[in-house]
């Protein structure tokens, strides 16, 4: 059940006193929900609240969002106290690789550069050569040797986007190392997915142009290729918003609530989701009175053990020295 309007308005004034008081800042992904919006000093995807958490100079920072992106934002400012105001929000792909896999699969193929998307733990990332996120996932394995074997994980679908972007070949998940049939150059994929994002098909973007005939269809490249080739334009989900200022109607194929970020900034686009049971259930956990705990220090902080932290620090740091949007 929702708060009477007045008692979310009282909260949302608390939570600006505390910011204030305890000189927080709040960061929060483009999926949260719409009450979230009001409260944080910056909405972004993967990336920008990387390089924002980076930049940030508060003592606290309060992120709204999943543990993977305030792992990321405690590398990458070590000095600052980063809380996950949902402390059990995590990520299922996330989920799907471990360190100690990964580890196994790195001696079976051999000579490999790993490329990890940031949905990982903080220990996948410092068995890593360097993170990528959904924004510049193309220009990290742009910026790899063409002749490299490249471990891309955890993510099946968006290696098999990058591999297509970057003009390398897909090898087969299965493939060992000694396996004559594994070519020396080309991207292999981990067999991890995102439920919410591999769930969109092709099917559901051609049932989207019967009902929304003028709409552009913008899908995340999370999704599977079928939905991708089906789809307008592929882009990040701070992507999206960028595309959706050049359009009145767009469909998007992520996490249904990303209209609502649509409608927080462009309320003159009309937004449809792909499918609006696409929810991503870590996403949604965040509420205010988790943001107002969080202030208050009734939430603990993300530590991240030292031998953990200067590997996987090393791997976003490469990724940051990648230019681009
Ligand atoms: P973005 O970096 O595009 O916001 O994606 C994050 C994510 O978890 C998508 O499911
Ligand atoms: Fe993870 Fe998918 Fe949720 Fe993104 S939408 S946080 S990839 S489970």
């Known amino acids: 059940m929702t708060d009477p309007p007045s008692d979310s308005a009282n909260l949302k004034s608390e939570i600006s006193n505390l910011k204030s008081a ?6 929060a992904h483009n999926y949260q929900v719409p009450a979230i919006y009001d409260v944080a000093d910056f909405l972004g995807d993967s990336l920008e609240l990387a390089r924002h958490a980076r930049r940030a100079g508060a003592r606290l920072i309060v992120f709204c969002g999943v543990r993977f992106m305030a792992e990321t934002a405690k590398l990458v400012n070590p000095e600052a106290r980063v809380v ?20 196994e699969r790195k001696r079976e193929l051999g000579d490999v550069t790993t490329v990890a998307y940031v949905n990982t ?41 990058v591999a297509r972007e970057t003009n390398r070949p897909l090898l087969d998940l299965q493939l060992a190392a000694h396996d004559s049939r594994l070519p020396t150059a080309g991207i292999v994929p981990w067999e ?30 999370e999704c599977p290729l079928e939905t991708i080739d089906a789809a307008d334009a592929t882009a990040s989900t701070s992507g999206m918003v960028r595309l959706a200022r050049e359009h009145d109607e767009i469909v998007l194929g992520t996490e249904a609530g990303m209209c609502d970020r649509i409608r927080h900034d462009l309320p003159q686009v009309k937004c449809w989701p792909l499918r609006r049971t696409a929810l991503c259930r870590n996403m949604k956990l965040t509420r205010l009175e988790d943001v107002q705990a969080a202030l208050k220090g009734e939430v603990p902080d993300i530590t991240i053990p030292g031998d953990v932290a200067v590997g996987a620090r090393r791997a976003l740091d490469r990724m940051m020295q990648i230019p681009g949007p």
Do not use: W
């Not at 074997?149 to 993510?155: E, G, K, M, N, S």
């Open 121 to 161: 733990p903080a220990a996948v990332k410092a068995e890593s050569d360097i993170c990528c996120t959904s924004a510049n996932a193309v220009r990290v394995v742009n910026a790899q040797p063409k002749d490299r074997r490249i471990l891309f994980v955890p993510d099946r679908h968006l290696a098999a986007y």
């Open 84 to 103: 996950l105001a949902a402390p059990n929000a995590g990520c299922e792909m996330a989920d799907m690789i471990s360190a100690g896999a990964l580890a």
């Open 22 to 27: 305890v000189g927080a800042v709040i960061l």
């Open 192 to 221: 991890g997915f995102c439920y919410v994002h591999a769930s969109l098909r092709a099917d559901d973007v051609e049932r989207a142009r019967r009902e929304h005939p003028g709409a552009f269809v913008i899908v995340h490249p």
